[in-house]
């Protein structure tokens, strides 16, 4: 018996070689690449914790009700706007059926894009005391969900998806979730470049009495969110407009000659794509006011190809954009899509938008299934085709 463990050992001592060898050879092959030329998996709102089961119950008629009277005085083209991005009318207790873990944990999985929502607040004390939690406490309700309050009575970015109803977060503050990139950054220094999609949340719901007010994003309140970006991940982790632009006379021009960074010298460092407002509906911002290429900015904005400081397009719907996305890679842009919209694949267990992502070659596919195990009971997750990191973009990557 002895011989056979002896035998087995070496048997998987001879694998290792050819494992690491392996390993080796795609991660040569990735660091010839540009960092358009790869595709990732990453998360949507990835620093969120669930929505109380209770107020989920007590929210969604209130919702469904809004939303109706919203779609009565919206533009035909507003309309079909909106059902781009949410195509499939799901409840929202069912668009929210999801769990993430903290970042670290989905770094460690492999994913290399997340999203951060965040909200402007210069003094502090805006967001500790949720309107939804004080209502049902006032009719009696306890044993609410404990949320994460560190840092709220402070000045400074918070993190939540809906203030005042999905507030439940791994990071009460922005602060807080960038240390934690960057600790976890610091161990992995040669990790492919890590996209993180912000959005600047600038407008409330008004669910509940008292809700807070969400305060708009001024150019003042964004020139504090770069500020807040670099002194927490240091400026040399950070890959910019700037970076991408150099001696090009537009950012668009740089994007166009494919003038984005190798693999290999974005190793360790990330790439901020921002939408600015209007949950990705609206392109203007201040963001870029007196900036038409986004000079000294810190973060690639959402933008229209024709646009000088074009770079990021966000075309979460590929099963509809999926030729406009690949001639938007082919051409050099970034694009973010999505292999489900709102829990609506796992529900029915449907990989058809997952697969059209993945095809279109956008570099960042999100999702909000990246293991199994789902609230549907369905065998329905989403894995980076090849496993890894990341892998050669199969649109505009070389052959």
């Known amino acids: 018996m002895k011989r056979y463990f002896i035998a087995g050992f070496a048997a998987l001592a001879l694998l290792h070689p050819v494992k690491n060898f392996a ?21 949507h709102n990835s620093y969120a914790r669930p929505v109380d089961s209770t107020l989920l119950a007590f929210t969604d008629p209130i919702i469904e009700k809004m939303m109706q ?8 083209e507003k309309i079909a706007a909106f059902k781009e991005f949410h195509p499939n009318g799901m409840k929202m207790s069912e668009g929210l059926k999801y ?15 997340l999203e951060i929502d965040v909200y402007y607040d210069p003094t502090g004390n805006r967001f500790n005391d949720p309107a939804a939690y004080r209502m049902l406490q006032e009719k009696g309700i306890t044993g609410l969900a404990p949320f994460e309050k560190k840092g709220l009575d402070q000045p400074g970015f918070k993190v939540m998806h809906i203030a005042d109803f999905d507030f439940r977060t791994h990071y009460a503050t922005l602060k807080g ?4 990139l ?3 950054s610091d161990k992995h220094p040669q990790h492919i470049p890590i996209f993180i999609q912000v959005e600047a949340k600038d407008a409330g719901i008004p669910l509940f009495p008292h809700s807070a007010a969400v305060l708009p994003f001024t150019e003042t309140a964004f020139n504090e969110l770069d500020q807040e970006v670099v002194s927490v991940l240091g400026r040399e982790k950070l890959i910019t407009p700037d970076d991408v632009r150099g001696k090009y006379p537009t950012l668009k021009d740089a994007v166009r000659a494919n003038n984005w960074p190798k693999v290999a010298d974005a190793r360790g460092k990330f790439i901020f794509l921002l939408l600015p407002s209007a949950a990705g509906m609206s392109k203007t911002s201040p963001y870029n006011t007196d900036r038409p290429n986004l000079e000294g900015r810190m973060m690639f904005m959402q933008s229209s190809p024709e646009d000088s400081c074009g770079a990021f397009i966000l075309l979460d719907n590929a099963i509809v954009r999926k030729q406009e996305i690949q001639d938007l890679v082919k051409k050099g842009y970034i694009v973010r899509s999505r292999s489900d919209i709102e829990t609506y694949e796992a529900k029915i267990n449907d990989h058809t938008r997952a697969t059209a992502a993945f095809e279109s070659g956008a570099q960042v596919i999100s999702t909000d299934f990246f293991r199994p195990g789902n609230g549907y009971g369905t065998s329905y997750y989403v894995t980076l085709p090849g496993g890894g990191e990341a892998r050669k973009n199969p649109v505009n990557g070389k052959k």
């Open 23 to 43: 390993q080796g050879a795609k991660k040569k092959s990735l660091d010839q690449l540009h960092i358009n030329e790869i595709q990732v998996l990453g998360t």
């Open 69 to 76: 009277g919203y779609m009565q005085h919206m533009s035909a």
């Open 99 to 113: 769990n993430h873990p903290p970042f670290d944990v989905q770094l460690d999985a492999g994913l290399r894009s």
């Open 177 to 180: 979730a960038l240390t934690a």
């Open 182 to 184: 960057k600790d976890w």
